[in-house]
């Protein structure tokens, strides 16, 4: 069973800086995409940034040019440095580990694996 436990949320005035950590229970990397997502109470919740299959890196159209997602395989992390922080960035953080290859056998791994989520406010 994988574990994903998120950290460095906290409270940060407009324009500033967080950076997110998610530390893996296990070396999933090679089976598993590493993502982030976001989630406002009584929203759905959204894609931030994510690693895809050809190891390409993925942002939503909100990050322009301000969250760079990046993981470290030694340590089984994967962090999101976030800068430029607005009042709109204010959510819950994800992290997310979506399994990477289609699986045809009767047990598969669990298609997506989530932490518990990490709370990212932005106010003045």
């Known amino acids: 069973q994988v574990q994903l436990v998120e950290s460095g949320g906290g409270l940060v005035q407009p324009g500033g800086s967080l950076r997110l950590s998610c530390a893996a229970s296990g070396s999933i990397f090679s089976r598993y995409n590493m993502g982030w997502y976001r989630q406002v109470q009584g929203k759905q919740r959204e894609l931030v940034a994510k690693?895809?299959?050809?190891?390409?890196?993925y942002y939503a159209s909100f990050v322009q040019g301000r969250f760079t997602i990046s993981r470290d395989v030694a340590k089984n992390t994967v962090s999101l440095q976030i800068n430029s922080l607005k009042v709109e960035d204010t959510a819950t953080y994800y992290c997310?580990?979506?399994?990477?290859?289609?699986?045809?056998?009767?047990?598969?791994?669990?298609?997506?694996?989530w932490g518990q989520g990490t709370q990212v406010t932005v106010s003045s």
């Open positions: 690693f895809t299959s050809s190891d390409i890196t």
């Open positions: 997310n580990a979506h399994r990477g290859y289609d699986c045809f056998t009767p047990v598969c791994p669990p298609l997506d694996y």
